[in-house]
Structures are given as C-alpha cells and as structure tokens.
Nanobody, 120 residues
Framework: QVQVVESGGGLVQPGGSLRLSCAAS????????MGWYRQAPGKQRELVAR???????NYADSVKGRFTISRDNAKNTMYLQMNGLNPEDTAVYYC??????????????WGQGTQVTVSS
C-alpha cells in the first residue's frame, strides 16, 4: 500500500519559518508529480506548490518568493520550506503524490494533513 506521511506543522510567529516534510513509501521518482495543498478556515482548498518528476515547480502567487518546494530522492521525501510566514498562511497543509496506476492513469495519494498556525 502506498503511504504518504507528512510532518513539520506547528505554531510559528509572523515572519517566522517552518519546513514541512512529506515522506513516501515509494520512490518519489515513480511519481508523476507531488505537491502541497492547504485549506484555511472558511476558504476553499488551494494548491500551494507542485513539483514534477522532471523538476518543474509551480507556486501559487500568494507564496511565490516565500515558499520553496524540493525533494530528496534518496530519502523519498518532499519538502516545503516556508519563510516569511504571515497569518494568512494559517491552514491545514496536505501533501500529495500522483502515481501511475496499472492502467496508466494517475492515482492520487494524500497525506493526513498537518496544521500550520501563524500567530503572535
């Protein structure tokens, strides 16, 4: 069974930094893409960042210049480095991975979510 487990959330003051980790049970080279969503209270789910197997990254406009998505293939782990955090970044963050299934279609696997709270 494919598992995706995330960690690193917590409480941080405005202007602070936090790094989220997302560990996969499969080689992340096998994934077509991996990324991070977040859902803030009263708001729709938002795609924060995405990283393809070829190394192409995409970011939401709201986090460009502050967040960085990366991966460590040897550790089968993806990271989201978050700098310059502000209260608007408060949300539950979910990592995901898109993995090709037997039919060739992609299956999406989700982490359990980790709470990030930015408050003074």
């Amino acid at each position: 069974q494919v598992q995706v487990v995330e960690s690193g959330g917590g409480l941080v003051q405005p202007g602070g930094s936090l790094r989220l980790s997302c560990a996969a049970s499969e080689s992340i080279f096998s994934f077509y893409a991996m990324g991070w969503y977040r859902q803030a209270p009263g708001k729709q789910r938002e795609l924060v960042a995405r990283l393809t197997s070829r190394g192409t990254s995409n970011y939401a406009d709201s986090v460009k210049g502050r967040f960085t998505i990366s991966r460590d293939n040897a550790k089968n782990t993806m990271y989201l480095q978050m700098n310059g955090l502000n209260p608007e970044d408060t949300a539950v963050y979910y990592c995901y991975g898109d993995l090709g299934g037997d039919s060739g279609a992609l299956d999406r696997y989700w982490g359990q979510g980790t709470q990030v709270t930015v408050s003074s």
